[in-house]
């Protein structure tokens, strides 16, 4: 296949890139680099199905020639981002998805939108399927990424419902890998960043928030099987396996034999208390599951920082 992968430079996107490319198809890797890195792709671009466009989707978007699938991964994610940069966040929620949306309905392409596990918001069920509509502050620091995200799946169903698109929407939870940025104020990377330099683990709240953490290349081979798959509506990619923060902080430290002490701060606002994947609808569509560990996943990401 030709497959458009909007946020190409990206933390996922940069994965998602090298799999598709891995298994064949072509790929046109589409942006801006507001949080996207070219280091993360610069080992692609000797290959002749590769190619790069600097580009914000959030404004009209054109790709010349046949396309047969386009992925919407572009948008900033991180904890980091919401305060710093929110109108963006939103734009590319909003205007980016329906600007990609017109591309893939334009060349007749099958659309897939990376959503988030944060339209769930701090639930009230647990763990969440798909059919949960979510508890979100939609006015709260979060509530700009939560929304776009919110804006972008209705968007999606109404381009598939009114203009007959075919759509997929995926709905990812915590993921973790190499090519994370240092900076971006998640648990994961901030953990490891701080054990690896010897400086306090930063545990906001008392640690008791949980999370599921996904290895990327189980994140990615999912997204790769919803793709290839015929369901339309949304489906959770995560690990199932819900840890607390501080069991988290106690597997970075014993991954990286850090001597680092765990330093307590206040909870940021809108937290989430619990997140945790119900994947049985990935697992009867398609047999997915995730295969990595949390030590191994850990280990292989802090090799990566060691040696960024």
Same mark, same amino acid.
């Given at each position: 296949?030709?497959?458009?992968?909007?946020?190409?430079?990206?933390?996922?996107?940069?994965?998602?890139?090298?799999?598709?490319?891995?298994?064949?198809?072509?790929?046109?890797?589409?942006?801006?680099?507001?949080?996207?890195?070219?280091?993360?792709?610069?080992?692609?671009?000797?290959?002749?199905?590769?190619?790069?466009?600097?580009?914000?989707?959030?404004?009209?978007?054109?790709?010349?020639?046949?396309?047969?699938?386009?992925?919407?991964?572009?948008?900033?994610?991180?904890?980091?981002?919401?305060?710093?940069?929110?109108?963006?966040?939103?734009?590319?929620?909003?205007?980016?998805?329906?600007?990609?949306?017109? %591309?893939?309905?334009?060349?007749?392409?099958?659309?897939?939108?990376? $959503?988030? =596990?944060? /339209?769930?918001?701090? *639930? #009230?069920?647990?763990?969440?399927?798909?059919?949960?509509?979510?508890?979100?502050?939609?006015?709260?620091?979060?509530?700009?990424?939560?929304?776009?995200?919110?804006?972008?799946?209705?968007?999606?169903?109404?381009?598939?419902?009114?203009?007959?698109?075919?759509?997929?929407?995926?709905?990812?939870?915590?993921?973790?890998?190499?090519?994370?940025?240092?900076?971006?104020?998640?648990?994961?990377?901030?953990?490891?960043?701080?054990?690896?330099?010897?400086?306090?683990?930063?545990?906001?709240?008392?640690?008791?928030?949980?999370?599921?953490?996904?290895?990327?290349?189980?994140?990615?081979?999912?997204?790769?099987?919803?793709?290839?798959?015929?369901?339309?509506?949304?489906?959770?990619?995560?690990?199932?396996?819900?840890?607390?923060? %501080?069991?988290?902080?106690?597997?970075?430290?014993?991954?990286?034999? $850090?001597? =680092?002490? /765990?330093?307590?701060? *206040? #909870?940021?606002?809108?937290?989430?208390?619990?997140?945790?994947?119900?994947?049985?609808?990935?697992?009867?569509?398609?047999?997915?599951?995730?295969?990595?560990?949390?030590?191994?996943?850990?280990?292989?990401?802090?090799?990566?920082?060691?040696?960024?």
């Amino acid at each position: 296949m030709r497959v458009v992968v909007t946020g190409g430079a990206g933390f996922l996107g940069s994965h998602l890139c090298k799999a598709l490319l891995a298994r064949g198809d072509e790929v046109v890797a589409i942006d801006n680099l507001l949080t996207g890195s070219l280091r993360n792709i610069e080992s692609l671009f000797g290959n002749a199905r590769f190619t790069f466009q600097r580009h914000n989707v959030s404004t009209y978007v054109h790709v010349s020639g046949e396309v047969d699938a386009v992925l919407h991964f572009a948008s900033p994610a991180s904890p980091a981002d919401f305060e710093r940069i929110p109108i963006p966040i939103l734009k590319v929620g909003s205007l980016g998805t329906h600007h990609t949306l017109g %591309l893939a309905k334009d060349k007749g392409a099958r659309y897939l939108l990376a $959503s988030t =596990s944060e /339209v769930y918001g701090d *639930p #009230l069920v647990h763990p969440q399927p798909e059919t949960y509509w979510g508890n979100v502050n939609p006015i709260g620091p979060r509530g700009v990424y939560d929304e776009a995200k919110r804006f972008a799946e209705a968007m999606t169903m109404a381009y598939h419902r009114h203009h007959a698109v075919d759509v997929r929407i995926v709905r990812i939870f915590n993921t973790f890998g190499p090519s994370m940025r240092p900076d971006d104020g998640r648990a994961v990377s901030n953990f490891l960043v701080q054990a690896l330099a010897g400086k306090p683990i930063t545990v906001y709240g008392d640690g008791s928030q949980t999370r599921s953490f996904c290895y990327v290349d189980d994140e990615v081979r999912g997204f790769l099987a919803l793709l290839d798959s015929d369901y339309v509506g949304p489906v959770n990619i995560g690990n199932p396996n819900e840890y607390t923060i %501080l069991e988290l902080a106690e597997v970075v430290l014993a991954v990286t034999g $850090s001597p =680092s002490p /765990v330093e307590f701060r *206040p #909870l940021p606002v809108d937290d989430p208390a619990q997140r945790r994947p119900d994947i049985s609808l990935a697992q009867s569509l398609f047999s997915w599951k995730p295969e990595v560990d949390l030590h191994t996943g850990l280990a292989r990401t802090a090799e990566y920082f060691r040696s960024a």
